[in-house]
């Protein structure tokens, strides 16, 4: 076993009181003073989240679009320079590698993909370089500081010139922040406007300090990995490992818009024409609770007795006060509005399919 | 830095991290300071139904808490006098008050010998590190 490493913020989460857990190889903080309070903070005003396990790719040289369109699903050819796109990497005969995000930078591209897969990603891409390209892991040289909430840009405002009106939802620029040159994008895991920004691990505290401070008429906290998995979970956001994994098709779980066949060859490419063609068999559906029950990662998903599946994402919603999660069922039982028994300590809970997002107010451009 | 674990010097404990405080031969029990800081918010109870028999170190009931689940052991057996039904609409009385407004069942003791093999709060002390 290797230790769990260190974000450059960890002293400054003890000191603000976090309870740390180990994800992803790091020693991250899960929450402060409650998952609850630290969600609705989110909601209605803003939070700070330490996100610097995630893993930062770039890749270099002059085959480089080229070998990210043969990698990913989406279409990186129609990316403008600063332009941010959610896209995921599949397996040649099945399955999903990872999800992330690619940004198009003027000289060459960022990949930020879940920590939990940086490993297996960096080795997977690196197994199929071709051509002029150069990749190079800088996962260890950028710390990741997510700013999240409606009044996430009031905050920003304090700190940088940037004129963030002209930076748009999953756009991203270069400028100085408190002081600091860096990349940030309006991106989020949450729902809720907001920004992510990628800084030098060396002005970590300092970078903090500054945002806090700039927060606090806002009444800004930082918020842990719970918030963040019971905010993205109220989108409908993918989890890597839970709702989409090396078993599962972007088909299915719903982000079929971030898969583009028509752009020519990428790896995965064959087992998505197939079942586009063929139709889905099952999907990821979204639930509610009809009555106080809380679903959970591996529940049973049943109807009249019989099963159809397995909850892959399962939370209490602070905003919906009531069980939300996700599971894949059988394509006939995934209308909306069909109900469905969550097998809860053997028990059968009712449950009815919705629509998504679950949390229809959020505030993202 | 993380709030200190508060353990009561009046109760006894469980390795489960329930505690028991005895009136006469009713016994009133609930989960421990340390228990609810590491479920965190609680945002459902399940209860037993008043009169029925628990048994010692037998899981009754359930604690819903946002991202974990955790069953609720008796630690003695007897019979469910009455259950905290405040917990029904206010369920985070358990991370506000884990000894007081937080209370779980009240047991009529049926073995008073069980209470000897619960831990004493230096004990419990060791268990958790406090």
Partial sequence: MTQPKKTAFYDLHVKNGAKIVEFAGYLMPIQYQGIIEEHRRVRSTVGLFDITHMGEFEVWGKDAEKFIQRMTTNDVSQLATYQVQYSCMCYEEEGIVDDLLVYRLPDHFLLVVNGACLDKDFKWLSDHLSGDVELKNVSDETALLALQGPKAELVMKKLTDVNLSDLKFYWATKGKVGGIEMLFSRTGYTGEDGFELYFSPAVAEKMWNALMEAGKEFNIEPIGLGARDSLRLEMKYMLYGNDIDQTTNPLEAGIGWIVKPDKGDFIGRGPILKLKNEGLKRKLVAFEQLDKAFPRHNYEIQKNGKKLGEVTSGTFSPSLDKGIGLGYVPVEYSQIGTELDIMIRNKPNRAVVVKTPFYQHATHK | ?130
């Fill in chain 2, 1 to 130: 830095m993380e709030a200190k674990v508060v353990i009561k010097d009046d109760l006894k404990y469980t390795k489960e991290h329930e505690w028991l405080k005895l009136t006469g031969d009713v016994a009133t029990m609930g989960i421990t300071d340390y228990a609810q800081k590491e479920l965190g918010d609680v945002v459902f109870v399940e209860l037993p139904e008043v009169g029925r028999e628990v048994e010692q170190m037998k899981s009754f009931g359930t604690i819903e808490a946002v991202k974990a689940v955790s069953d609720i052991f008796s630690p003695v057996s007897g019979k469910v006098m009455e259950i905290n039904a405040k917990l029904s609409s206010q369920s985070n009385l358990i991370n506000s008050d884990p000894y007081g407004e937080g209370w779980i069942i009240k047991i009529k003791i049926k073995n008073p010998k069980e209470i000897d093999t619960l831990l004493a709060p230096a004990e419990y002390r060791k268990l958790v590190g406090g």
